[in-house]
C-alpha cells in the first residue's frame, strides 16, 4: 500500500519488525528538522539585527558629520564676515579721511588762483590754452589754440578755426573745476558714483557762448556737445607754458 505524503506531517507505519527502527528515525528526522529551522530562524534574526544596527549606526555618524560640517561652514562664514566688514570700514575710514583731505586742499579759492597753459583730457588729448584777461579771477576764461588757429563755437553750438581774437565771444572758454560732491552736483543735479569720485578733481571746459562741453572724442577728433560728465568731457588743468600751436 502506497501513501501520497505531500502536506502531511505523519506518516502510518505497519507492524512488523522493522516499525520500531523506522519510528526511531521517523523521530530523529524531526527533531533535527525542528532544530535546523529554529537555527535558520536565529540566523536571520542574527543578520537582521547586525544590519540594522549598523544602518542606525550609520544615519548617527553622518548626523553628526553634518551637523559638524555646518558648524564649521557657519565659523568659516562668520569669519569672512567679520573680515569683510573690517575691510570695507577701513576703506571707508580711508575714503573719508581722503575727501577730508581733498576738501582742505581743493577749494574755489584754490581754483581760482590757478592759470593754466594746457589742458590733457583722461583720453591723453592735450591742447594748448591762452589766458583772456582775468582768467585767473572769477571770469577763467580761455581761448583754445588748435593748428595755429583758435576754437570757435557759436549759440547754435557750431564750431570751427578761426584766427584767434581776445575779443570774440565765441572764442572764449571757462574751464569749471569739480573736485567734490557739492561742486559735482550744482553742475549736474546728481551725485557722483565712486568711479568719478576717484577722478576728482578734473575740469569741464564749457563754451561762453553755447554753453556746451568741450569731448575729447577718443582719437576721431573734437566736439562740442551738451554736458553730461562723459569720460572726454574731464579735463586735466596742466600749469605749462601756454602753445599757439597744437599738432597730433
Not at 502510518?12 to 522493522?18: H, K, L, Q, R, S
Not at 583730457?121 to 592735450?126: D, V
Amino acid at each position: 500500500m502506497s501513501y501520497n505524503l505531500q502536506n502531511k506531517d505523519y506518516v502510518f507505519i505497519p507492524a512488523g519488525e522493522n516499525q520500531e527502527a523506522v519510528s526511531n528515525l521517523t523521530t530523529n528526522l524531526r527533531e533535527k528538522t525542528i532544530k535546523l529551522e529554529n537555527n535558520y530562524k536565529n540566523k536571520i534574526k542574527e543578520i537582521q539585527d547586525t544590519i540594522y544596527t549598523h544602518q542606525n549606526d550609520d544615519n548617527k555618524l553622518q548626523l553628526i558629520f553634518n551637523k559638524q560640517k555646518d558648524l564649521e561652514n557657519q565659523e568659516n562664514l562668520k569669519f569672512y564676515q567679520d573680515y569683510q566688514k573690517k575691510q570695507n570700514d577701513k576703506i571707508a575710514q580711508l575714503s573719508m579721511q581722503s575727501n577730508e583731505l581733498q576738501k582742505k586742499i581743493y577749494t574755489p579759492d584754490f581754483f581760482k588762483e590757478q592759470t593754466y597753459g594746457t589742458i590733457k583730457s583722461l583720453y591723453g588729448q592735450h591742447l594748448s590754452l591762452t589766458p583772456i584777461n582775468g582768467a585767473n579771477g572769477l571770469n577763467n576764461s580761455y581761448m583754445i589754440n588748435v593748428n595755429q588757429s583758435c576754437l570757435f563755437n557759436d549759440k547754435d553750438n557750431n564750431f570751427s578755426l578761426k584766427k584767434c581774437d581776445n575779443n570774440s565771444l565765441g572764442q572764449r572758454f571757462q574751464l569749471t573745476p569739480l573736485y567734490d560732491e557739492a561742486s559735482y552736483y550744482s553742475e549736474f543735479k546728481e551725485q557722483p558714483t565712486q568711479e568719478i569720485m576717484k577722478q576728482f578733481p578734473f575740469n569741464i571746459v564749457k563754451s561762453n557762448v553755447s554753453k556746451g562741453c568741450l569731448t575729447d572724442n577718443n582719437n576721431t577728433g573734437i566736439s562740442i556737445n551738451e554736458c553730461k560728465s562723459l569720460e572726454g568731457q574731464k579735463w586735466i588743468g596742466l600749469k605749462n607754458t601756454s602753445q599757439k600751436c597744437f599738432s597730433n
